[in-house]
T-cell receptor, first 115, second 119 residues
């Protein structure tokens, strides 16, 4: 079955350490996205990528970095510069479309806890 | 600019009774609107979408939503709640600013409505 795989499901890190969250898709989608979810806040966009080797900042990119070396993969690094990294992180993908109404397909998320 | 407001952070219904989750939007352009559902510790799943075709949109699991331009609303309904409907629901509007660059980076999420279903 096609889908998006995020790993690990739970991640614990000490403050000051960088950590990388994995996101892999086999849907052959061109576009991929990272969202951060906090209780009662909805989803906020961190980064997105429409094509390999290209990506754009979302609303809350500070303290995060991404790469898009392969179509299937869009890893997110949470750096020590991110002031409040504890959150639920969701990766998504979509067909690249000429109109902004293609639905997003989501992974099951990674819950990051930094102490 | 686009915005979306989910009017209730929490809705509680009894099994077998109707569900109404309210969503108002603001958009300078003809918007695309979506409802997504999220079960605990899972990703979001698309329930339905409106893209300027029929104003009454039917989705999965018996849900439907009606686009009302005069009221700038896109409320989600279901005639009879089931225990498995207990989840968080998100209303989403596309940031249609006329630049159809193909990116979903302009999607704006509501803060979510948590639906509880009592037996």
């Amino acid at each position: 079955d096609g889908g998006i795989t995020q790993s690990p499901k739970y991640l614990f890190r000490k403050e000051g350490q960088n950590v990388t969250l994995s996101c892999e898709q086999n849907l052959n989608h061109d576009a991929m996205y990272w969202y951060r979810q906090d209780p009662g806040q909805g989803l906020r966009l961190i980064y997105y990528s429409q094509i390999v080797n290209d990506f754009q900042k979302g609303d809350i990119a500070e303290g995060y970095s991404v790469s898009r070396e392969k179509k299937e993969s869009f890893p997110l690094t949470v750096t020590s510069a991110q002031k409040n990294p504890t959150a639920f992180y969701l990766c998504a993908s979509s067909i690249k479309d000429t109109r902004p109404n293609s639905p997003l397909h989501f992974g099951n998320g990674t819950r990051l806890t930094v102490t | 600019a686009q915005s979306v407001t989910q009017l209730d952070s929490h809705v509680s219904v009894s099994e077998g009774t109707p569900v109404l989750l309210r969503c108002n939007y603001s958009s300078s352009y003809s918007p695309s609107l979506f409802w997504y559902v999220q079960h605990p510790n899972k990703g979001l799943q698309l329930l339905l979408k409106y893209t300027s075709a029929a104003t009454l949109v039917k989705g999965i699991n018996g849900f439907e939503a009606e686009f009302k331009k005069s009221e700038t609303s896109f409320h989600l309904t279901k005639p009879s709640a089931h225990m498995s409907d207990a989840a968080e629901y998100f209303c989403v509007v596309s940031g249609g600013d006329g630049n159809y660059g193909g990116s979903q980076g302009n999607l704006i999420f509501g803060k979510g409505t948590k639906l509880s279903v009592k037996p």
